[in-house]
């Protein structure tokens, strides 16, 4: 799969900002998500359908 470009999601762990990941992951693009908390890396890599290697956490 070709990829599109690199984009930035702030508040990834977020409803809203959880499914943005996700589509855009779908639709080709890296994905580098920032969170305010990284212990809130478990609880998003549980609920996420879409965990790809094109995800990067800051």
Known sequence: MEKLGTVCVTGATSYIGSWLV???LHRGYIVHATLRNLGNIISY???SVAISFFL???
Do not use: E, I
């Open 22 to 24: 996700q589509k855009l």
């Open 56 to 58: 990067s956490f800051f």
């Open 45 to 47: 890599l549980h609920r």
